[in-house]
């Protein structure tokens, strides 16, 4: 399984395999000679293998029989270095301890773009399961080529071809000559989900270990030989202090010492005198200011029909503040010039992105720049991660040669790193007299919800360089994906409906992707309405969404859930009360409906 190899300290593909020990071969899925002739498929593999088709990319197996698999996305503490591996070992047919599973890294990976949206197993799950089920009918082929029998006399188990007459060739003895390339085909032979073994079943998540014993398991325990440490501050020469970086007002000290770097940046800020400008709304005033700043209206949706007349409206609003991440560790970075080549630990939840918009920032070729992620200590969004990486990159460059380490503190991630954006709903609906909605209006209130790497401009000390780089002009994310929006559009059947999306370019504060972007405000919203519009109709919640949902499985999810919690059974007591939601992820994702029970 993965471990301390992910370090990733190796600097080449290249490197790697020389310092393996293992020959890591390719697989070809078609004869030689078929092979020459063969074109790109005319229909793409799925999942991310339609970006990066060739199976080498995902799977390798090397002489000695162990495999690495390879993935574009990040751990963030979602599990997904578990569920992977899983995967892989039950389409190819060893045991998950035979895997080493290498995440995000620009120099060995896929580019996978960001890990968000929840679209890792979506994405690179299915690449994997898909390589993994095509590298072992090319293993099983070249098992009935060697043993002289059909394929259908063979089956992947443990890490070898076992035949039914007995005998047994391990992985490694099959890949220890030198195979063709090839693209992955559009169809995989899977497995059936009735044999699954390890797919599907309990296994404990290989990240936790380190996590409870104190052993590295984030960036923020990352140590190298010869490393130092960097507040992002400057100041006058104090002990343990190497360097005064200074490029434009972008000032930073680099010391031998944690501690000794601590103590300078807070010597200077003791003196320094800083240019401020009142640009906050009041608090009080956060929502007005939101509603009256200048916005795009953007119409998600316009339904209109032919209904009986309404005989009851409603209205309500909701509220969001501005939020922060409050991830457990304030964010990290490790940057280390070496032999002309910028290498970057980093936390960040997209390393090709992160690596694009520093090469902008430091005017070096990508190919001289490589980020490695490892996991920091909470994010689930973009926080101030890629923007201590760029510290890293900064203050590397600023001391070639020895690692550099750049910490920021606690003050310093909440002043600065993006917040989750403040919304603000309003909902009005019409019921008829027989409790119907007929008529619904829904209006949203947000900024953008990712302004995410991709440019220079998007990592905040690009913004104080004598040369700085402006962030983009913030962008809506458009649906089906959506940002500010994200499920604005109701699940329900509505035959008159329309939802606007409020747009807000300018902010008053830095601002991005936080947990499920636009998703929870707006579905918040909508069932709090829902359950308004129950009550007025004098219907009880549960019904009152059956009534208005077409979906089978949308209706099947609400009855499960009511069943398992012993809705229609249930007494209310004095402090005690219920309630109950329905969403589907996007409006194309997973279902959730969720009763539950709460004491006041």
Not at 76 to 99: F, H, M
Request: proline share 6%.
């Amino acid at each position: 399984m993965s471990g301390g190899k992910e370090l990733g300290l190796a600097v080449s593909r290249r490197g790697f395999l020389a310092a393996s020990g293992a020959l890591v071969v390719s697989f070809s899925l078609l004869p030689a000679t078929r092979l020459l002739a063969q074109q790109a498929p005319a229909a793409k593999p799925p999942g991310s293998l339609g970006n990066t088709p060739m199976l080498d990319a995902w799977i390798r197996i090397g002489a000695d029989g162990g495999v690495t698999v390879f993935t574009g996305k990040a751990e963030l503490g979602q599990g997904i270095k578990t569920a992977l591996i899983q995967i892989a070992a039950e389409q190819l047919g060893v045991q998950p301890a035979r895997i080493n599973l290498i995440t995000a890294d620009t120099s060995r990976t896929p580019d996978e773009g960001f890990t968000a949206g929840s679209r890792s197993m979506q994405d690179s799950g299915t690449a994997i399961m898909n390589a993994a089920a095509q590298v072992r009918e090319i293993l099983l082929a070249r098992a009935a080529e060697r043993l002289g029998v059909a394929v259908d006399r063979l089956q992947a188990q443990d890490g070898a071809v076992l035949a039914d007459d007995g005998r047994r060739i391990g992985f490694g003895e099959l890949v220890a000559d030198d195979l063709t390339r090839v693209r992955a085909q559009p169809q995989s032979k899977l497995k059936d989900p009735q044999s699954y073994t390890v797919m599907g079943k309990s296994m404990p998540r290989i990240d936790i270990p380190a996590k409870v014993t104190g052993n590295v398991a984030y960036v923020q325990d990352l140590r190298l030989p010869g490393m130092v440490h960097a507040p992002t501050d400057g100041v006058q020469k104090l002990p343990g202090v190497l360097k005064i970086v200074r490029d434009g007002s972008y000032l930073a000290v680099i010391a031998e010492r944690e501690y000794q770097a601590i103590v300078a940046m807070r010597a200077l800020a003791a003196v320094a005198a800083w240019e401020e400008r009142a640009g906050l709304p009041a608090p009080s005033q956060l929502y007005e200011f939101l509603r009256s700043t200048p916005s795009n209206a953007i119409v998600d949706l316009d339904r209109r029909a032919s209904v009986n007349r309404g005989a009851r409206s409603l209205e309500a609003s909701y509220r969001r503040p501005y939020q922060i991440h409050g991830a457990i560790g304030p964010s990290c970075a490790v940057g280390w010039l070496k032999d002309d080549l910028l290498t970057l630990w980093t936390h960040s939840q997209g390393v090709y992105p992160l690596r694009k918009a520093i090469a902008e920032m430091l005017r070096m070729p990508e190919e001289r720049i490589r980020c490695i992620h490892l996991e920091g200590s909470g994010c689930y969004g973009h926080n101030a991660a890629d923007d201590a990486a760029a510290d890293a990159a900064l203050l590397a460059r600023a001391l070639p040669g020895r690692p550099v380490r750049v910490q920021w503190m606690r003050e310093q991630e909440h002043a600065w790193e993006p917040y989750g954006p403040a919304m603000l709903t309003e909902a009005k609906a019409t019921l008829d007299s027989g409790g119907n909605i007929v008529g619904w209006e829904y209006d949203v209130w947000s900024n953008a919800h990712s302004t995410r790497p991709g440019n220079a401009g998007s990592l905040i000390p690009s913004w104080h360089l004598a040369m700085p780089f402006a962030p983009a002009t913030p962008q809506p994310i458009p649906l089906p994906e959506g940002g500010g929006d994200r499920n604005a559009i109701p699940f329900y059947r509505l035959p008159n409906a329309r939802v606007v999306h409020h747009f807000i370019p300018a902010m008053p504060v830095r601002v991005s992707a936080l947990r499920a972007l636009g998703a929870y405000m707006n579905v918040f919203s909508i069932e709090s309405f829902i359950d308004e519009l129950a009550r007025a109709a004098a219907l009880d919640p549960v019904e009152f969404r059956l009534r208005h949902l077409d979906d089978a499985r949308a209706r099947d999810a609400v009855a499960a859930a009511a069943t398992r919690f012993g809705w229609s059974g249930y007494a209310r007591t004095r402090g005690r009360g219920r309630g109950f939601a329905f969403a589907r992820y996007k409006n194309l994702g997973a279902y959730l409906a969720l009763a539950v029970e709460v004491e006041v």
